[in-house]
């Protein structure tokens, strides 16, 4: 009996116990479809994270008070960073062209009998041009609103729709903590960055935040949550680091361990790279075991099938099946079950990206080698765990089983 023969075999047996065969590939339906799914989503977050750090702009630099290690140690972040070190290294680092430092605080924001917990971000006038931010309404705040102590606010995109509605804000009074604020003007809408939602945020002078909102919390100055400074251009970047990190060693006479950390674009990247990557390969693995559950789920189904099946093992034996026939039809049968389940669960996997895709803001992908991967994976699952039923069904004694029957 040739190849073409068993297949033709395997599949009216497998047709004529339509339920059996849909639950034993079940397994297999499942864990491709969690695989491909799993490592689209994971490719997606990968793809939304370096999306919205490349917004910040490709020369950003970001100095970070408190060392790595303290960071990685403590919620409380220590306050060893003020404006005094962004104005230095405005006027003294060569490789940047801009500075903008940023003291975050959450408030309650009152507009008429509307009120809010928000995000009051204190910056300099530069924020905009280093931060790559656009203005849809109005005007930023100016050096002079900031050396005055101007009380005038900049609004996020959807902190304007929440507050005001339909009503132009421009011109309009807020209240943070009992001091009023003029609207002046509403950024674009952006999103994200840093875990920090501009959309949703008010912006103010700093020098006003740190007198009217937040008060002086450092005896060395107005404290700073960071400095982001932009450099010249990607080039002056490993210029721009080495200069400023001497700069606020020499600030901070530091002779041991710095107390703040800076860190590029590229350096976020990288550690974003690493802990995706891993994520996406974690969630995999868990994916993956469903598979293995999958083709134990074969193995015992064909077991059963065996045990069922063994008058006609019996019989085929007696007409002159050898030992290779018996063996190859149920290696066939189990290997058309997986392989079955593999194509299914692929088109249930992609269908499940493409719905996180229109319905999340994750540009989860479709990855060919995850495809190719879950489906040869499938495949070999069930040649793997139809081989102990398909020799126990070959090594039937052919007297035996039709006594049996």
């Known amino acids: 009996m040739n190849i073409l023969e068993s297949v033709k075999m395997a599949g009216k047996t497998l047709l004529s116990n339509k339920l059996r065969s849909g639950l034993t590939m079940l397994g297999i339906v499942i864990g491709n479809a969690s695989v491909i799914t799993m490592i689209g989503i994971g490719e997606g977050g990968q793809k939304f994270v370096t999306k ?24 409380d972040v220590p306050k060893t960073l003020v404006l005094e070190d962004a104005e230095a290294i405005a006027s003294q680092v060569p490789t940047i062209v801009g500075v903008a430092p940023e003291q975050n605080s959450n408030q309650i924001v009152n507009y008429r009998n509307k009120n809010t917990n928000i995000n009051i971000i204190g910056t300099s006038a530069s924020f905009p041009v280093v931060r790559d931010f656009k ?65 949703e945020a008010v912006l ?70 690493q802990i995706t990557g891993a994520l996406t390969i974690m969630l995999a693995a868990i994916a993956g075991i469903s598979l293995f559950v999958g083709g134990i789920g074969i193995m015992n189904i064909m077991l059963v099938s065996v045990t069922e099946r063994t008058q ?25 079950v997986s392989a079955t389940g593999g ?54 004694d052919p007297i035996v089983a039709l006594r049996s029957a």
């Not at 919205?52 to 919620?75: C, H, I, K, W, Y």
């Not at 002086?216 to 680091?241: E, F």
């Not at 499940?352 to 479709?366: C, K, M, N, S």
């Open 52 to 75: 919205q750090l490349e917004s910040l702009g490709p020369n950003v630099l970001f100095v970070v008070p408190g060392s790595q290690d303290t960071q990685r140690a403590t919620f």
């Open 135 to 199: 203005i849809a309404k109005g005007r930023f705040f100016t050096d002079i609103d900031n050396k005055r102590n101007n009380q005038v606010a900049v609004l996020g995109h959807d902190l304007v729709e929440r507050l005001f509605g339909s009503v132009n804000p421009i011109g309009q009074q807020l209240r943070i903590k009992n001091a009023s604020f003029q609207v002046i003007g509403v950024l674009e809408a952006k999103g994200s960055n840093l875990g920090v939602n501009y959309d």
């Open 204 to 273: 103010v002078p700093i020098t006003t935040a740190a007198n009217r909102i937040v008060g002086r919390t450092s005896p060395y100055g107005i404290h700073l949550t960071y400095i982001v400074a932009a450099a010249k251009n990607a080039t002056s970047m490993d210029a721009a680091k080495f200069q400023i990190t001497n700069l606020i060693r020499l600030r901070h006479k530091i002779i041991n361990e710095d107390d703040f950390s800076v860190e590029s674009q590229k350096d976020a990247l990288q550690t974003v790279d």
């Open 312 to 336: 006609e093992i019996g019989l085929r034996k007696a007409l002159g099946a050898t030992q290779q026939n018996i063996l190859l039809q149920f290696m066939i049968e189990a290997v058309i």
């Open 343 to 396: 194509f299914i669960g692929t088109a249930i996997g992609v269908t499940g990206i493409l719905l996180v895709r229109a319905l999340t803001p994750l540009e989860a992908g479709i990855s060919p080698v995850a495809i190719v991967t879950a489906l040869g994976v499938s495949g070999s699952i069930g040649l793997f765990f139809g081989v102990v039923p398909a020799r126990r069904a070959a090594k039937l």
